[in-house]
């Protein structure tokens, strides 16, 4: 007869977090305390430029562009550094760029400094995304991955509204307060920095392969990565959830409701508050059920559960008064139900069907297709919002979600039951690779993608 132990099943968050190395444990404290730093000042900046340092609005408006293209390009760089160079090196150096790009913006006080600053800031932005996510795949073993990269985007989620909330209350308009803010949120860079300095995050990477050694295999490289069909179903995946959502949702949501008169300014932010809360509580429900469940069902109804949400949207904006209201807070609720089920699986995946050889450059493709959708995003709301009220853009983005449910289904085909639900028997990529010998001139991690053919 089976104990009360051996039948229990670890189905909530503290009994995950038991199962997790202590260097994961530590690393989680610490990605949350620097995106506490990040949340204080996450809302403030446009507010900062404009109506503190009096720079004007189009200057303050293209800071924030300049951030996000810069972020956008240096990401591949910091990929094929982390591959190149010891994480020991490359992590901290991130950090602490970003660190000194934080504390600059307390003493921004001319149009071309600001420019500068927000150049500095994407160039080590478009790191922090990839370090994160490679030096969590290299502490945690395979089989959680799935449910840690769960844990971890909500206690991210978490610690950066904990930012919002605390930022808000220290702001009063005055110089001083808004200084005090972004220099503790390059202090929590730099915690970062100090921390991946002396932490034992290298577990597991192998050295470089010397160049000219025969049984090295092919030199790591952007081409190498993308041979891999899973990791480009992988790819394809985010890139269409950063567009159809993630790009999209704080632009086109209260763009549309708004161009239609349907729901007050009030009304749009309880939404959002709303959105934050499902994120949140979700942790609860989804995580400890990550890995229980196949991927690929994971990211197929969240692709369903957020066109049924711009549905639901675009009733809202069709409607008034409480109706309207009702429309667009129960549409709050499936978008931050499905926000919390795409990233994580996405990213254990990545990570599970890359070697040590170029998870850094996997990574920054995948924080590649992320910044791409925030980027396009607010471009295709300008252009389309116009074009009747927004009802083409909104019914467009309802059937545009469906669109994940294509690199989604070749994926379940190329994966198989056992890389698409881990198990704690699973091979990890080096241990596929000795299984299988990848083909002349194929990637060495490709096997690892074909771990069981459907």
């Known amino acids: 007869m089976s104990t009360p132990t051996d039948t229990a099943p670890d189905n909530n968050l503290l009994a995950v977090l038991r199962r997790l190395p202590g260097r994961a444990q530590i690393l989680l404290l ?59 090196i490359v992590m901290p150096a991130v950090m602490l760029l970003a660190a000194i790009g ?44 799935t449910v840690f990269f769960g844990l971890q985007f909500g206690v991210f989620n978490a610690a950066v509204g904990l930012g919002v909330l605390l930022g808000g209350v220290l702001v009063n308009g ?36 010397e160049v000219g050694d025969a049984d090295a295999g092919p030199k790591p490289s952007y081409r190498l990565v993308l041979r891999n069909p899973v990791v480009v179903l992988i790819i394809a995946t985010m890139s269409l959830a950063a567009v ?55 990211l197929t109804a969240s692709g369903l559960l957020w066109g049924v949400s711009w549905l639901l949207v675009l009733a809202a904006g069709q409607s008034s008064g409480t109706t309207a209201l009702v429309l667009l807070f129960v549409s709050s609720v499936p978008f931050g139900a499905a926000e919390v089920m795409v990233t994580p699986v996405l990213a254990a995946l990545l990570n599970d069907v890359v070697d040590d050889q170029v998870r850094g450059r996997a990574n920054a493709l995948f924080a590649f297709a992320t910044t791409g959708g925030s980027i396009a995003g607010p ?29 989604t289904a070749l994926l379940r085909r190329r994966l ?20 299988e010998p990848p083909a002349p001139g194929s990637a060495p991690s490709a096997a690892a993608a074909h771990t069981s053919s459907a």
Not at 277 to 288: D, S
Not at 416 to 427: R, Y
């Open 30 to 88: 610490a990605d949350g305390v620097n995106a506490f730093g990040i949340g204080m000042v996450l809302p403030f900046l446009l507010i900062y430029l404009t109506e503190v340092r009096h720079i004007n609005i189009r200057v303050a408006a293209a800071a924030l562009a300049v951030t996000a293209v810069a972020s956008f390009l240096s990401g591949l760089v910091w990929g094929a550094l982390l591959d190149r160079y010891r994480h020991r």
């Open 102 to 145: 934080s504390c600059l913006y307390a003493f921004v006080d001319r149009p071309g400094v600001a420019i500068a600053v927000a150049a500095l800031v994407g160039i080590a932005g478009g790191g922090v995304g990839p370090v994160v996510r490679t030096m969590f795949a290299t502490v945690v073993p395979p089989k959680e991955r």
């Open 174 to 209: 005055t110089l001083g307060r808004y200084q005090l803010l972004w220099i503790i949120n390059g202090l929590t860079f730099l915690f970062m920095a100090v921390f991946l300095a002396v932490a034992p995050i290298e577990a597991g990477k192998k050295p470089a392969q």
């Open 244 to 298: 159809f959502y993630y790009g999209l949702f704080e632009s086109v949501l209260p763009g549309y409701l708004t161009i239609n008169h349907a729901v007050p300014a009030r009304g749009v932010a309880g939404a959002f508050v709303i959105n934050v809360v499902v994120v949140v509580v979700a942790q609860f429900v989804v995580i400890p059920r990550l890995g229980q469940v196949r991927r690929t069902s994971w």
């Open 416 to 435: 198989g039951s056992d890389a698409d639900k881990p198990h704690d028997d699973q091979p990890g990529p080096a241990a596929a690779a000795e299984a």
């Open 379 to 407: 471009a295709i709301a300008a252009a389309m919002l116009p074009v009747g009220n927004g009802v083409p853009l909104v019914a467009g983005l309802a059937v545009g979600c469906l669109f994940m449910l294509l690199p």
